[in-house]
């Protein structure tokens, strides 16, 4: 091989490293505004749902309330084809639960009352957000990791 084949080809080389290079930058730029604009789909698709709007999600994943579960606000958001939520609020029935059991209620012992007795299924988070409530308007005690009616709310009953 001679001296200028080998310098034509070293250069081949080197110009296909090149242009390598920059389309993988070419790439790398456009993967990151592809990034930025899925990100804003998604804000936009949590902020439609947010007010109302039915967004679709990538992530095909649908947000309900299990049938059975009291809502907030009745009579908004029931699942279609279910069967209609108790009219008792998760609140009132957890009071109610509490003071079912004299010898104070563990969670789990609220969680089965509530199931047994309204029929509600509640999510774990949505109890203690109920029961933490009443704690601090003073309607409930925790000691030893079971509730109790506070003596307030005792002498009312």
Known sequence: MRKGEQMATVDDIGRERQRVSERLAQLDAE???????????????RVLKRIGGKADTTKGRRRGHPAGTTLATPGKHQVQGAQQAPSVLLSDAS????????????SNDVLSYL?????MTVRPNHLGIALQRHRRA?????????????????SEH
């Open 31 to 45: 993967r990151t505004k592809l990034s930025d604009q899925l990100n804003d789909l998604e804000t936009a698709a």
């Open 95 to 106: 009071l109610k639960a509490v003071q079912a059991h004299r010898k104070g209620a563990t």
């Open 115 to 119: 199931s047994r007795r309204f029929g």
């Open 138 to 154: 003073g309607r409930l005690e925790n000691r030893d990791q079971r509730w109790y009616l506070s003596s307030s709310v005792q």
